[in-house]
């Protein structure tokens, strides 16, 4: 590659591992095709993260980014001690966890939750996805403006605005017609990157072999019968949530792999 074509990425994800991660697997390949990337988090954040392939490593840097200090953030948060993931604030003191990265100015404004929970009318193909009104009920009351003023919409919709393509972190195959709508919409190309799994960072053969004891069930299971749980490493749901999720499996008749931290 010439050098003229080189570029510099940075690449800034939201302080959640179920972003850093994939951020950081899209930041091989771009630093492997001799591209330089710059990956910037909080201290603690890149303290955890794995290390990278030798083809990438001289070519992609770790830039600690210690957040500003910020009233009503619990103390555990609070920079300069090696600060947080989201996952270390819980979901009132978010908000203000939002407003140590974003600062800018919204008006605010509600919409009925009702007309979250039918299919939206531009979506030209159809469609059953919408909201529960339990589920847009939840995360309403949630996820509001901060102390600044900055709601979640906003500061999404700012990004999209500024932004001059769209990666996706899913396959054209598995949701072609959403893609395709997504870029008629926005004006801006669409890319799907694919789903971007952590790299496997375990020895083939080793002590723990759960990957291959999960393989294996999967393996003499009929073709699209298994259904897949994963909750996320931040959602903490109560135990009468969990009861429920786990009586609707047994009631669906189908195999199932549930993945769930302690």
Same mark, same amino acid.
């Given at each position: 590659m ?8 940075v =690449?800034?994800?939201?302080? &959640? ?16 095709k ?14 955890? @993260?794995?290390?990278? !392939? !030798?083809?990438? *490593? ?6 600690? =980014?210690?957040? #500003?200090?910020?009233?009503?953030? #619990?103390?555990h948060?609070?920079?300069?001690l090696?600060? !947080? ?9 978010g &908000? ?9 100015n ?6 009925? =939750? ?6 939206p009318k ?16 939840? %995360?309403?009351?949630?996820?509001d403006?901060?102390?600044?003023g ?6 999404f ?9 769209? %990666? ?5 195959? @598995? ?9 008629e919409?926005?004006?801006? #190309? ?7 799994? !952590? ?8 002590k ?12 003499i299971?009929?073709?699209e019968?298994?259904?897949?749980? *994963? %909750?996320?490493?931040?959602?903490t749901?109560?135990?009468a949530e969990?009861?429920?999720? *786990?009586?609707? %499996?047994?009631?669906?008749?189908l195999?199932?792999?549930? *993945?769930?931290?302690?």
């Amino acid at each position: 590659m010439a050098e003229a074509d080189k570029l510099h990425v940075v =690449l800034f994800p939201w302080l &959640a591992f179920r972003h850093i991660i994939p951020f950081l697997e899209l930041s091989k390949p771009i630093a492997g095709k001799g591209h330089k990337v710059s990956f910037i988090s909080t201290p603690r954040n890149i303290d955890r @993260l794995p290390k990278f !392939p !030798p083809n990438s *490593a001289p070519l992609l840097s770790l830039v600690k =980014l210690p957040l #500003p200090r910020v009233d009503n953030l #619990p103390e555990h948060t609070r920079p300069p001690l090696t600060c !947080p993931t989201t996952s270390t604030v819980n979901a009132w003191s978010g &908000a203000f966890f939002g407003s140590a990265i974003t600062m800018a100015n919204s008006a605010d404004y509600r919409t009925k =939750l009702e007309d979250f929970t039918v299919a939206p009318k531009w979506v030209p193909f159809p469609s059953c996805i919408a909201f529960w009104l339990h589920e847009i009920k939840r %995360l309403y009351n949630s996820v509001d403006d901060n102390i600044f003023g900055i709601s979640d919409a906003l500061r999404f919709g700012k990004t999209v605005m500024g932004c001059d393509v769209f %990666l996706i972190r899913s396959y054209t195959e @598995l949701e072609p017609s959403w893609l395709h709508l997504l870029q008629e919409l926005q004006q801006k #190309p669409v890319v799907a990157v694919g789903l971007l799994p !952590p790299s496997f960072q375990g020895d083939k053969g080793g002590k723990d072999d759960t990957w291959h004891t999960i393989n294996v069930w999967l393996d003499i299971q009929e073709k699209e019968s298994v259904v897949y749980i *994963a %909750l996320g490493s931040e959602v903490t749901p109560s135990q009468a949530e969990l009861t429920e999720l *786990a009586l609707v %499996l047994k009631l669906c008749g189908l195999p199932f792999f549930w *993945a769930l931290r302690k």
